[in-house]
Every structure is written in C-alpha cells, then in structure tokens.
T-cell receptor, first 114, second 114 residues
Framework: QQQVKQSPQSLIVQKGGISIINCAYE??????FPWYQQFPGKGPALLIA?????SEKKEGRFTISFNKSAKQFSLHIMDSQPGDSATYFC?????????????FGTGTKLQVIP | IAGITQAPTSQILAAGRRMTLRCTQD?????MYWYRQDLGLGLRLIHY???????GKGEVPDGYSVSRANTDDFPLTLASAVPSQTSVYFC?????????????FGAGSRLTVL
C-alpha cells in the first residue's frame, strides 16, 4: 500500500518553463514533508522541506505548496533549467516507536529540454 | 569529504550466494538506514539502527540482516541472494533517530542477482 502517492511518473518541460510534481498522503501522523533530488548514479539529496503548519515555502526557484485539508503537497520548479533534470522524490515523515519513519513517493523523472 | 561511503559500487551475484554491502559514515551520526530503490516503487526501508548496538526492521526486511557494532559502520548482508533482490541499495544516516531531520545518502550499490 503506497502511503504517499506521487505524480506524474515522468515529466518533460521546456527550458524556462514551470515543472510541477504532486504528492498526496493519507496518514495524518506525518509531520514533515521533504523533497529529495536524485541525479543519475547518485544518492538522493534533500532539496527543500515543509512543515504542515505552513502553506508555502520558497527557496530560490523551488517552491513547496502544502494543502493540509486536502492532504496534498506539490513541488514547483520555476524557470526550469537542463541542470534540474533529475528524479524527484517527495517524502513524508512520522515518528513511530522512537524512530523517524520516512515514507517516499515513487519518484518523478524530470527532463528539461533546451 | 564528510559523508557516506558504500561498497561495492556494483556487483553481479549468482543466486544462493552470500553478499555483504558495506556502509561507512564519518559524520558521527547516530541513526543509519538501508533502503532499496526499485523503478516505480521509490525507496523502501529495509533495516535501520537508531544507535550503535541496536537495529530494527523496516518495511521490507525479509532476506536481509544488519549489524551495528560501532557508530560508523552499518553493513547489510544477504545470506542467500535471490533474483528479487536485484536492486540499487542506498545507505543513509541522520544525526538523530527521531524528529524531522535530514537523511544523508550514500551513492548506492547496484546489485544484480542472476
């Protein structure tokens, strides 16, 4: 059972365009929502994260929008660049039994074409 | 450079053979994790360790074992490899086991079981 549903599976965006990746969750115990960026042959790396008491967080060209009532959050990449081409994972974190449980989405492969 | 070192980078293994994937971190993080990454399934937790001397089962622990003899090392062992264990394996660490904190990932070990 996928507790964090991510879409789309793949995305092609023109350089300069806006990339949008969506995630939805069911478990209300999640209390932190990070996004990870993964380049080919590398491990995922934290990109940006948000807490559920905030509706939006922006860091440079990357913005997370969070809708607590709908249990949805999304990543927007403004002015997308070829260097943004990577796989993006949303995640949701809860604390259970004394350890941090991180549930990942299935990933979105983004390709930004010149 | 501080971080996580995984070895081997890739390995082809015959079914039934024993294999140990090595993971070493130099950040003195308390918590360590092993994930497997499969296309369309995202990252799934295999085992974790909150601190040296303790381990716990994650989402997909069957067929795998771990040990945490010290803070820095967290090897993952496949006692008798099967083709379904073909995957990319990522070791990760965080500075504390609970709360919202950043996971630092290694570069991964690609394992093919024939």
């Amino acid at each position: 059972q996928q507790q964090v549903k991510q879409s789309p599976q793949s995305l092609i965006v023109q350089k300069g365009g806006i990339s949008i990746i969506n995630c939805a969750y069911e478990n209300t115990a999640f209390d932190y929502f990070p996004w990870y960026q993964q380049f080919p042959g590398k491990g995922p790396a934290l990109l940006i994260a948000i807490r559920p008491d905030v509706s939006e967080k922006k860091e440079g060209r990357f913005t997370i929008s969070f809708n607590k009532s709908a249990k949805q959050f999304s990543l927007h990449i403004m002015d997308s660049q070829p260097g943004d081409s990577a796989t993006y994972f949303c995640a949701a974190i809860s604390n259970s039994g004394g350890y941090q449980k991180v549930t990942f989405g299935t990933g979105t492969k983004l390709q930004v074409i010149p | 450079i501080a971080g996580i070192t995984q070895a081997p980078t890739s390995q082809i293994l015959a079914a039934g053979r024993r294999m140990t994937l090595r993971c070493t971190q130099d950040m003195r993080h308390n918590a360590m994790y092993w994930y497997r990454q499969d296309l369309g399934l995202g990252l799934r937790l295999i085992h974790y360790s909150n601190t040296a001397g303790t381990t716990g089962k994650g989402e997909v622990p069957d067929g795998y074992s771990v040990s945490r003899a010290n803070t820095d090392d967290f090897p993952l062992t496949l006692a008798s490899a099967v083709p379904s264990q073909t995957s990319v394996y990522f070791c990760a660490s965080s500075d504390r086991p609970s709360g919202a904190n950043v996971l630092t990932f290694g570069a991964g070990s690609r394992l093919t079981v024939l």
